[in-house]
């Protein structure tokens, strides 16, 4: 049998508290809801008296938010899983960050799989982690779906079987399909290997200049040292790679790639 597990649940809904409880009790007995909270105060107060494993944490309450509520204690050496009603940023938010989150109404599965995850990792969110999921969720700092943002000065969230992985954008050269996995290849280290499909990424990096060029391979437009035209052509990277482009993407690559060299300032 499972070891039990401490959790609170703060959010300012009542409704929302009560299914999320129902739900655990349902779905996952072995955890103990030792209390809830309506507020980022009161949350506090209940983090600092009970001290459990995990939280079930709302992003958005009257006065503070779940993010107030954590940058609170000078360390969060407790797991969060945020639940939260987002829906336009939150998938690609959360997955840039690597930080598990319920969508509300919650699905009783992605609780249960929620719940074994931190089973697994049994360890507390890292800061950087909260930064990014942050920025990322800040609809001021969120393109519109035509625009890109630069890649400088952001970095990604890599969650592997050893621990989650920092990345500046601008060091990744190419993420390439491996069945279920995803491998970033980089200008420093060795490559690291996801265990997320390469469709994934293409998702959350669509904000940014990469580019899914083929089914197997996602490029960034800044290691692109050379484009050989043909019936869809080949990109030569950085690293010396060279990479096939689809045919049916070659208009669409062709035209970021030339918004890209424009805003950065490279078209010559």
């Not at 909260?130 to 609809?139: A, F, G, K, N």
């Not at 399909?177 to 959350?204: C, N, Q």
Request: aromatic share 8%.
């Amino acid at each position: 049998m499972s070891q039990a597990l401490r959790a609170v649940i703060i959010d300012d809904e009542t409704n929302a508290r009560e299914a999320l409880s129902n739900l655990i009790r349902i779905v996952s007995p072995e955890v103990v809801i030792c209390g809830e909270a309506r507020n980022a105060d009161a949350g506090t107060e209940l983090i600092r008296r009970e001290r459990p494993n995990l939280i079930f944490l709302d992003i958005q309450m009257p006065g503070k938010s779940g993010f107030d509520l954590l940058s609170g204690f000078e360390k969060v050496d407790f797991g969060v899983i945020f639940t939260t009603a987002y829906q336009e940023y939150a998938i690609r938010a959360f997955r840039f960050s690597a930080i598990d989150y319920l969508l509300k109404p919650i699905d009783p599965d992605e609780l249960q799989t929620a719940i074994e995850k931190y089973r697994e990792r049994v360890g507390s969110v890292n800061p950087e982690q909260l930064r990014i999921l942050q920025e990322q969720l800040d609809p001021a700092r969120t393109p519109r779906l035509v625009e890109r943002k630069r890649n400088d000065n952001q970095r990604i969230a890599l969650p592997t079987a050893e621990g989650i992985h920092f990345v500046q954008m601008t060091e990744i050269i190419q993420c390439e399909s491996l069945g279920s996995y995803t491998k970033f290849h980089l200008v420093k280290g060795p490559a690291i290997v996801v265990s997320r499909l390469l469709k994934e990424y293409e998702e959350i990096l669509d904000h940014y200049y990469f580019f899914c060029v083929h089914q197997s391979n996602i490029i960034n437009l800044e290691h692109i040292k050379r484009y050989v035209k043909g019936d869809g052509g080949q990109v030569w990277m950085s690293d010396n790679t060279e990479i096939e482009v689809s045919r049916r993407r070659k208009d669409e690559f062709l035209a970021l790639l030339s918004d890209f060299y424009v805003n950065s300032g490279k078209l010559k």
